[in-house]
């Protein structure tokens, strides 16, 4: 098979007909006259490389049925989550889901998960919680030691490793890992507690770190979590076409979903986020 980034063509110099074609690593000094015009074309051969061609990349039927869900009926069945999309969790509640979110992209799609090899965490808040995600893979009966193994836990510690971490390096961490879901917690948290930076330079670094995600475009779902109120809150919501807000109204959490122009609404107890349900 020809390697077509490697490939040269030979062409007679006087009548530009294509004499061969054969594989740069191949080459040697070429002595032989022109079939057509009978030129002889020793030393007077022009090369020229072939363009790559370009390469379809298909997928399996079963990468195709992949759904983020979070086993909850209602949310799931209205937001129905793919590669494609751009998720924003806010609210009181909004570590809980993306901790749940973590281990069930871990869990095969036939037993309802995502099927990602691994998980990017971007723990920009400082917010981990490892003893719920060991709660979570628990009741899911999956094995303790791969999920910690496949959740691959990025903490930056300024607002400009941060940026950097995901406008510079995210791209290359997507290759290495495999991974078909990038998660980013409590995003503000930074941007929120330093009092010595402008807001000028807040939007500035907000913008370039929206800008890069929405060139991440080869299939990869993107959470991000706001845990506190913050007055940046609506130029990063408004960036992702899918959302999930959770606030507790001291008995019940109230759950605000968005599925692009779409809404819906509705209430359940705080132990249905923590506790899987079987059926």
């Known amino acids: 098979m020809v390697n077509y980034e490697q490939s040269l063509q030979f062409f007679c110099q006087k009548c530009n007909c294509i004499l061969k074609e054969i594989a740069a ?3 040697e000094q070429c002595n032989e006259l022109c079939p057509i015009c009978g030129h002889e074309i020793t030393l007077q051969v022009k090369k020229q490389t072939l363009p790559a061609p370009q390469i379809t990349h298909f997928k399996t039927a079963y990468d195709l049925a992949a759904r983020l869900t979070l086993g909850i009926d209602k949310i799931d069945n209205f937001l129905n989550i793919t590669a494609q ?3 924003c969790i806010s609210g009181s509640f909004a570590h809980l889901v993306i901790t749940r979110l973590c281990v069930r992209a871990l869990m095969p799609i036939r037993s309802g998960g995502f099927g990602s090899q691994n998980v990017v965490f971007i723990d920009a808040g400082n917010s981990s919680d ?3 995600t060991v709660n979570f893979a628990r009741q899911y009966g999956m094995s303790i030691d791969h999920v910690l193994q ?4 990025g903490r930056p510690f300024t607002i400009y490793q941060l940026a950097g971490l995901i406008i510079y390096e995210l791209a290359g961490i997507i290759e290495k890992t495999h991974t078909k879901i ?3 917690s409590d995003l503000l948290a930074m941007f929120v507690q330093d009092p010595q930076i402008s807001q000028h330079e807040v939007s500035y670094i907000l913008s370039e770190i929206v800008k890069s995600l929405a060139n991440i475009t080869d299939d990869i779902l993107i ?4 845990h506190e109120p913050s007055q940046h809150d609506d130029k990063i919501v408004s960036q992702f076409n899918k959302s ?3 606030e507790s109204d001291g008995k019940q959490v109230n759950i605000n979903l968005r599925n692009n122009q779409k809404t819906d609404c509705f209430s359940m107890p705080e132990r249905n ?3 899987v349900q079987t059926k």
Not at 150 to 153: G, K, S, T, Y
């Open 182 to 184: 990038i998660i980013i």
């Open 223 to 226: 959470v991000l979590s706001l």
């Open 130 to 132: 490892i003893y719920q």
């Open 150 to 153: 496949n959740i691959i836990v």
């Open 273 to 275: 986020l923590r506790l």
């Open 244 to 246: 999930i807000m959770l």
């Open 25 to 27: 690593n191949d080459y």
């Open 85 to 87: 999309d751009r998720v």
